[in-house]
């Protein structure tokens, strides 16, 4: 419960900075991890994996007001 805030936060931070790299997957001819179809496939979950991670975020601020 102490550290809640920071992990949420954190979790957060991660997924916003490896979105761009899923971003240039899906666009690059020659994607840096998997193939192209995984690179089309990971970048909506990455959308909605970073929605559940906000909601996360709201949740936890909202217990610790």
Known sequence: R???NAGAWGILFLMLLFLPIHVWDVFSKTPA???HNAAL????VQFILLFFAWKLTNKVSQ???
């Open 2 to 4: 102490k550290w809640s």
């Open 33 to 35: 991890i998997g193939s």
């Open 41 to 44: 496939i990971r970048l909506p």
């Open 63 to 65: 217990k610790h007001s």
